[in-house]
């Protein structure tokens, strides 16, 4: 598996580049190379590190927004598919998820909105060539920012759109019922973004695709262990499990250890959900 390496931290929250991100950055460099010569494989590496600059803006988006409803942030994971922020726990209202799920494409708006001002000022125009290369590069900005506002909002679990979606069902269905509609509206989603990308050769959306597929089940699988523990029946037997010394008594036979993908103990008796993941696609 590949590893993922820190890249420094920001309001606290450490940012971690995925091993696969170079392999993306390599493609790209050699596409551009035999497109349009170094020149052209430059620019191209430099847009996509500007994209994924944008992820991470729109990533502590959500991440300074959950915050505020005490919500914190293990760190963000940067790959080939978008961003990941891993929050430790769920918002416990629609409200609060809706907040934190709009909060991400509000940045890409506000960038995109500084963008233009910079676009149409008189600045660009009296620089000549540099600020021709300054405009299609601001140009570019706006574009990018523009693009992941609209993909973002896809009522598509597990994106923004999807979590919007998502919380505005659960006030009248209840969070877990909300839960199998917008992954029911995900996987339909999904199915037609895959035809699309069948139909036009853009590999990289059939695989973005095929990961709303497969998170929106991750997504069920989480609601339904909300589900399992906050019911009455769960929380006495935990109890009861606990005053009884649980699996500490007569030794550990019969039970397996559980832990997250860092390695980190889950626990000794049920699987329990550490972090969450707030994915957010390029």
Known sequence: MMKTRSLGKIFGVEVKLHGTFLFLLAFVALSGLFRGGPIEAGLSVALSIVIFG??????????????????????????????????????????????????GPAVNLALAGLGAALLYSPLWAQSGSVG????????????????????????????????VLRAALTLKYGYLKATQKAAKVARWSALLMALYALY??????????????????????????????QNPLYQIFRSFQQTQGGPTRGGNQGYSQVVDQDGNPVSNTAYRVRSVRWVDEV
């Open 200 to 229: 036009s050769g853009q590999l990289m959306l059939l695989l973005i695709a095929g990961f709303v597929f497969v998170m929106s089940w991750m997504e069920l699988v989480q609601a339904s262990v909300r589900q399992t523990q």
């Open 54 to 103: 944008v992820v991470v803006l729109h990533e502590f988006g959500h991440i300074l927004t959950a915050r505020r409803f005490g919500i914190r942030t293990k760190d963000v994971i940067l790959s080939p598919l978008g961003g990941m922020a891993r929050l430790e726990r769920l918002p416990t209202s629609p409200g609060q998820e809706i907040a934190v799920a709009l909060a």
């Open 132 to 163: 021709l290369f300054l405009g299609a590069l601001t140009s570019w900005f706006v574009t990018i920012n523009l693009v992941l506002l609209g993909f973002n909002l896809i009522p598509a679990l597990p994106m923004d759109g999807g979590r």
